[in-house]
């Protein structure tokens, strides 16, 4: 399966701040996948990455507030835009290989005060 | 719209037992599911994957087992270990290819006591 590496792991950030995270993965995928995790619940679907096209972002979610970026193959960023105590949650990146599922990255801790 | 479902939210046990978890889902059209494993403040490892074809598999001491006719899936832990403590979650792909949107159940924490 893919290895993926996120960063930062973590990051403590002020209100009205931005944090961009990276995800690269060691092979080419299609699509790549941001997940957040907010404390105490389970996961929830941002939007799907497509390299050289927009990002589809789920009911919720807009590209104001988290825009995506898909230079290449191997990489993504997310960014989480004019942050709020409410951003405060765990950010993941995800591929998914045919006949492997889904791979996800080590995640990304955010802290907003 | 699919829905998961995991019983029980939490678990404890004392090291060596053998232990089950359930998953539930409401649409039984699905193309697969995952089991994952999450540490606390970390990402999710996959342990196990199950296409909508197959019944069950099996990894090291972990048995998943799959009736997609009834829209359950269980989770088989042999001789837990404390090493095994984390949160379990349950993850189906109903859209129909391999790159299908997951939705998650909200996961049994399970901790091994020594």
């Known amino acids: 399966s893919a290895v993926i590496s996120q960063k930062p792991s973590r990051d403590i950030c002020q209100r009205g701040t931005s944090l961009t995270i990276q995800c690269q993965v060691d092979?080419?995928?299609?699509?790549m996948f941001w997940y957040r995790q907010q404390p105490g619940q389970s996961l929830t679907l941002i939007a799907t990455a497509n390299q050289g096209s927009e990002a589809t972002y789920e009911s919720g979610f807009v590209i104001d507030k988290f825009p995506i970026s898909r230079p290449n193959l191997t990489f993504s960023t997310l960014t989480v835009s004019n942050m709020s105590p409410e951003d405060s949650s765990i950010y993941l990146c995800?591929?998914?290989?045919?006949?492997?599922?889904?791979?996800f990255g080590s995640g990304t801790r955010l802290t907003v005060v | 719209k699919q829905e998961v479902t995991q019983i029980p939210a939490a678990l404890s046990v004392p090291e060596g037992e053998n232990l089950v978890l359930n998953c539930s889902f409401t649409d039984s059209a699905i193309y697969n599911l995952q089991w994952f494993r999450q540490d606390p403040g970390k990402g999710l490892t996959s342990l196990l994957l199950i296409q909508s074809s197959q019944r069950e598999q099996t990894s090291g001491r972990l048995n998943a087992s799959l009736d997609k006719s009834s829209g359950r899936s269980t989770l088989y832990i042999a001789a837990s270990q404390p090493g095994d403590s984390a949160t379990y979650l349950c993850a189906v792909n109903a859209g129909g290819t391999s790159y299908g949107k997951l939705t998650f159940g909200q996961g049994t924490i399970l901790t091994v006591h020594p």
């Open positions: 995800s591929v998914n290989r045919m006949g492997y599922g889904y791979t």
């Open positions: 092979s080419q995928v299609t699509m």
